[in-house]
């Protein structure tokens, strides 16, 4: 089992930043994309931005230009490094991997979530 871990999230004042990672760890053929997700209160899950190991992004409409995810591969890790950040952007962030334990078994892992609060 591949295991997506976290980390972080906290409280930020409106305009500052915030990095968040996740590391991927267990039996690991293959791990691709690997992406964030958040989920508000009362809100559906929405896809903040993915990334595969060949470096191509993509990002939602309210991101854009404000966040930027990368990853290093060599670590399975992807990070989110958020910029200017507005209320509207406080969720739980969830970090997700497409997970290839072997060339044939593929299935999507996530991680706990972690929690991304901006306020004054």
């Known amino acids: 089992q591949v295991q997506l871990v976290e980390s972080g999230g906290g409280w930020v004042q409106p305009g500052g930043s915030l990095r968040l990672s996740c590391a991927a760890s267990?039996?690991?053929?293959?791990?691709?994309?690997m992406g964030w997700y958040r989920q508000a209160p009362g809100k559906q899950r929405e896809l903040v931005a993915s990334?595969?190991?060949?470096?191509?992004?993509n990002y939602a409409d309210s991101v854009k230009g404000r966040f930027t995810i990368s990853r290093d591969n060599a670590k399975n890790t992807v990070y989110l490094q958020m910029n200017s950040v507005k209320p509207e952007d406080t969720a739980v962030y969830l970090c997700?991997?497409?997970?290839?334990?072997?060339?044939?078994?593929?299935?999507?892992?996530w991680g706990q979530g972690t929690q991304v609060t901006v306020s004054s």
């Open positions: 990334i595969t190991s060949g470096g191509s992004t």
């Open positions: 997700y991997a497409r997970v290839g334990t072997s060339a044939h078994r593929r299935y999507d892992g």
């Open positions: 267990g039996s690991i053929f293959s791990i691709d994309p």
